[in-house]
């Protein structure tokens, strides 16, 4: 079967059991879905219902990897592929994650920052205030962001000095009010930030604007933005747009990417915002292109707030809407849903988890296929170079020929 358009979505954060090298990340044991399902289940004194994505074999692909119990509702048939795959990238970030399935995992280290007070050297927080005339910082810690503000919140508004922070990503984090201190004041920062930090390596520098005027209602707003060093090496999307195919990043996709290889972009708030996009864009975009959505809020809103029962909601959301995105899909359309790394609602602390991902692809008459377990999560963006016949990328393996067999 020859396909001319692929939607890929990214259910950001969402993993099906810890990876062969979790140890090391100190995440042995995680299960983002596992888990999920088993504290709504004890919460909600019900089983989750996810019966369109379990119906494309999301449960399958966790039970190759794990035998972690999953009270879940159950589906009489499976009518998609699927498979879990493994993450070679040597961080469990967000870059790290959208790079690898593209096909440029990222194999060299990261600059990361001790989980200490004061943990942002001396040198680049005196040059970073001097070049934006700032009379100083607040933070300069690991933190959650949410908790951040409404503890420094008051003095951030008395002072108009912006909120730094970091955690166990590769990530410089800086919160302001987009009122008091001024969205342009915060992107420019932000920017001034990201020149000063390539040389250690960090992965991202992202701009958090809130609101509000007091802990009780401060609150992050939708005008976040992502500052990422470029990918390395060429990336699927980067090989699209120079053989003049359309890439349509919606989200935050152009930001993970540094802004290459994407033909448009579209900016969205809110889960419902996301894929209302998505949908108008399957129904308009010409054909021989790429849809790419990243779904920010599983990880944003509800991995890092530890909250599961957000997270099983917000599932079941999703859930509802497939049925819409698989209708408006043309018959040569394929469609993938996987995740970028783990973000267990469960799990201690309030970093990401280091995971399998599921892939689950469908088409129109599709049949039940298992694709094992990948060791990489580059052999997504090797199937579609083969759809859209690109050169070879670097990394992955191709499982094109087990989806289309005639």
């Keep these: 079967m020859n396909f001319n358009r692929a939607i890929l979505l990214v259910i950001d954060g969402f993993g099906i059991g810890y990876a062969p090298d979790a140890e090391k990340f100190g995440d042995k044991g995680a299960n983002t879905f596992a888990h999920l399902c088993k504290t709504f289940e004890q919460e909600q004194h019900q089983r989750l219902a996810l019966p369109n994505l379990c119906k494309l074999g999301l449960l399958e692909a966790l039970r190759s990897v794990s035998d972690d119990p999953v009270p879940i509702e159950k589906v009489d048939s499976i009518e998609g ?54 009379s100083g910082v607040l933070g300069c810690c690991h933190a959650s962001g949410t908790d951040i503000i409404r503890s420094l919140g008051n003095r951030h508004l008395q002072t108009r000095r912006p909120i730094c922070y970091t955690s166990a990503d590769s990530v410089f984090q800086v919160a302001a009010h987009e009122e008091i201190f001024g969205l342009d004041n915060l992107y420019r920062f932000c920017e001034t930030a990201r ?75 809110g889960l419902e915002s996301l894929l209302d996009n998505t949908l108008s864009a399957i129904k308009s975009d010409i054909t021989d292109s790429l849809i790419f959505t990243n779904l ?95 050169s070879p990328l670097g990394h992955g393996e191709s499982f094109l020929s087990a989806l289309s067999p005639v």
């Excluded at 879990?84 to 790079?99: F, L, N, R, V, Y």
């Excluded at 001790?114 to 970073?128: A, G, I, M, S």
């Excluded at 195919?245 to 900016?267: C, E, P, W, Y």
């Excluded at 039940?368 to 690109?390: E, M, Y």
Aim: aromatic share 10%.
């Design 81 to 134: 592929a699927y498979a879990a795959c493994s993450e070679i990238s040597s961080g469990k970030d967000t870059p790290s994650g959208h790079w690898e399935m593209t096909g440029v995992p990222v194999l060299f280290d990261w600059g990361y920052y001790p989980n200490k007070p004061d943990c942002f050297p001396d040198e680049f927080l005196n040059v970073l205030i001097d070049r934006t005339n700032v």
């Design 195 to 269: 020149e000063l930090l390539y040389e250690a390596n960090i992965g991202r520098v992202i701009a958090r604007p809130f609101s509000g005027d007091s802990p009780s209602n401060f609150v992050r707003t939708g005008n976040r933005r992502d500052y990422a060093i470029s990918p390395p090496s060429e990336t699927l999307l980067d090989a699209l747009t120079a053989r003049g195919r359309t890439v349509h990043g919606i989200g935050k996709i152009s930001d993970i990417f540094a802004h290459r290889g994407v033909s448009k972009s579209t900016k969205a708030n």
């Design 296 to 390: 920010v809020d599983f990880d944003q809103d509800f991995g890092h707030r530890r909250d599961p029962i957000g997270y099983a909601r917000a599932l079941q959301y999703l859930d509802s809407r497939l049925p819409d995105i698989q209708s408006a899909m043309a018959g040569d359309d394929l469609l993938i849903l996987t995740s970028d790394h783990g973000c267990d609602p469960t799990w201690q602390g309030t970093d990401h988890t280091r995971e399998y991902v599921p892939a689950l692809i469908w088409y129109r008459g599709i049949e039940k296929i298992d694709l094992g377990v990948r060791s990489t999560f580059a052999d997504l963006g090797q199937t579609l170079a083969d759809i859209f016949d690109l």
